[in-house]
């Protein structure tokens, strides 16, 4: 008997092809024919190295994307002469720079900037982790985190994507869901059922009592809901929705997270939710006190820098991938949504470029035209290129490239260093070595006399570079400037060290230090972009 025919394995799309079915969910199904190809791709690249921690290499990335080599070389081509992304050796590593597409959302949403700082005071005054999330589709994404670190449980970053129905915040966006929003769920229930789609959680089979209509069902009469060990034994979370009071929807919903060595969930009701609530009322009252600020004219001529890209790196610089990806960053905080008329404008795109642009964002689920206008919005998914791993770094972690870039150009070792908190010592919490072989040697975590070294002066005294001699040994020369937080308070200082026979007074001044500046510089730039929505600690 012939043998049955083989059933030949599905087409993929190469640049749909993801270990994460979550996050391509909303891109399945044919393109629209004015989808820009190269954004779809640029994208499905970024998303990869967002899902593995941030670093892939061209054939890791090659292998996740199902794209040629070529196309993935020119894909990284152009995303690192748009900043968002280095090549480290063989890798493909994402910067701080592309935080600049979550921020975009982030301000647009304006909640961050309006709600974080009570998230934050009602986690300081319990003692427990405190988050506000929104509602992405059938998951929830959380869009703040004020984190008590605690040994026994996980904790989420800004931009991480959990399952509703896995989550106490899930419950009350489902009281708001369509029946298409509940036919998607089941959908993804039943490919899914384990939750393995969504690499922030560990996977879990449904329980038998875990029924999540009913959970929904509850949330809608009672206004508040909980997690009873839904994501792990252990963890257990309380959540109340904070309403848009023009529209009476839910926002965000704001979250307290615990453990059962300190609450059961049932007695969350009594601990920790009242304080919640009166929280989240207050919230309700910043929302409705602040009005939406007028729109100022929006910024012109985003993307007039890629033509000049386009002829420095001819082929390899996919001008379609760096236009559309600047779409995104035409919003902000005074800008939320745009018309086709004015993304144009501000990117200084055609309106056939801009049109074609939002229109693949939209086919992404980066992008969405609200209802019964001609605006376009940011959705929270803009946060799954690259925020949930850049999002979780530290100022020594942001300086250390620089810091080898620095010192592979000045041939001298570079460092960075802190005051300690009695103010009176420095401690180095980053260093790259020079290649050569008589090089300073000090290792991270050593600490000093702050007024006797050019780092500490640099951070103490109000001027703008240090200079010293006979700095910890003798022989040893140091030219040392501040590193600067958002608000412009010296926060750290970065140095180059040699042997004082290596360059005169002059030389330092003339020739090292443009170069400590523009290190400094781009330390800063980092930080800022991370900091605008995230904290970042200085180790
Ligand atoms: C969290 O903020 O980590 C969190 C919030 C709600 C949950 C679980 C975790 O249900």
């Known amino acids: 008997m ?21 996050e391509a969910a909303s891109a399945v199904g044919a393109a629209p024919a004015e989808a820009v190809t190269p954004l779809v791709r640029g994208v ?19 292998r996740a994307t199902g794209l040629a080599r070529s196309t993935v070389d020119r894909i990284t081509a152009t995303l690192a002469r748009m900043g968002y992304v280095r090549l480290d050796g063989r890798d493909v590593v ?22 974080a700082a009570r998230a934050d005071a009602l986690a300081d005054e319990l003692d427990e982790s405190v988050s506000l999330a929104v509602g992405d589709r059938d998951g929830i994404r959380f869009i703040h985190q004020a984190t008590r670190r605690r040994a026994m449980s996980l904790s989420f970053r800004i931009g991480d994507l959990l399952p509703a129905e896995r989550t106490a915040p899930g419950a009350l966006f489902a009281t708001e869901w369509t029946d298409e929003d509940w036919r998607r769920w089941h959908e993804r229930r039943s490919a899914d059922p384990e939750n393995k789609g969504f690499p922030a959680i560990p996977p879990r089979s449904p329980l038998p009592t875990d029924d999540f209509a009913n959970r929904t069902a509850r949330a809608g009469q009672e206004g508040w809901s909980l997690d009873d060990q839904l994501i792990e034994p252990g963890l257990v979370a309380v959540s109340a929705p904070v309403r848009d009071p023009a529209t009476g929807r839910i926002a965000c919903v704001a979250s307290v997270v615990s453990h059962t060595s300190r609450h059961t969930a049932r007695d969350l009701r009594t601990t920790l939710l009242p304080r919640l609530r009166e929280t989240v009322s207050a919230m309700e009252g910043d929302l409705r006190d602040t009005p939406p600020s007028a729109p100022p004219a929006p910024p012109s001529g985003l993307a007039a820098w890629t033509a000049a890209s386009k002829q420095e790196l001819g082929r390899d610089f996919i001008e379609s991938l760096a236009r559309g ?10 800008r939320p949504a745009l018309t086709l008329t004015e993304v144009a404008k501000a990117t200084g795109l055609t309106r056939a470029t801009a049109r074609r642009a939002l229109i693949t964002h939209e086919h992404l689920g980066l992008v969405t035209q609200s209802p019964g206008t001609r605006t376009f919005t940011l959705t929270p998914r803009v946060l799954s290129l690259g925020f949930p791993p850049l999002s979780r770094t530290s100022l ?6 620089h810091l080898e870039d620095l010192a592979s150009r000045v041939h001298e070792s570079t460092s960075l260093a802190v005051l300690t908190p009695s103010g009176d010592e420095i401690q180095y919490t980053a260093r790259a070595a020079a290649s050569r072989i ?28 240090a200079l010293t001699d006979e700095e910890l040994e003798q022989g040893l020369r140091s030219i040392a ?6 608000t412009g308070r010296r926060i750290a200082a970065a140095n180059i060290a040699m042997h004082a026979t290596a360059h005169t007074h002059e030389e330092c001044t003339d020739h090292l230090l443009p170069a400590l500046r523009q290190t400094t510089a781009s330390i800063e730039a980092d930080l800022h972009m991370t900091a605008r929505f995230t904290h970042v600690p200085l180790a």
Do not use: K
Not at 106 to 114: E, I, T, V, Y
């Open 2 to 22: 012939p043998a049955p025919p083989t059933t030949p394995p599905p087409p993929t799309t190469p640049a749909n092809t993801t270990t994460n079915a979550a």
């Open 44 to 62: 499905a690249v970024l998303r990869q190295l967002t899902q593995a921690g941030g670093t892939l290499s061209p054939s890791a990335l090659e």
């Open 94 to 115: 994402l910067t701080p720079r592309l935080m600049e597409l979550g921020n975009a959302y982030l301000a647009a949403l304006r909640l961050p900037a309006l709600l």
């Open 325 to 334: 990806l600047t779409v995104l960053t035409a919003f902000d905080e005074d």
């Open 396 to 401: 020594s972690r942001i300086a250390q490239p």
């Open 438 to 465: 008589m090089s300073v040697d000090i290792t991270v975590g050593t600490r000093a006399p702050a007024h006797a070294t050019a780092l500490g002066q640099a951070l103490l005294t109000p001027q703008a570079y």
């Open 481 to 486: 400037a501040p590193v600067r937080d958002r």
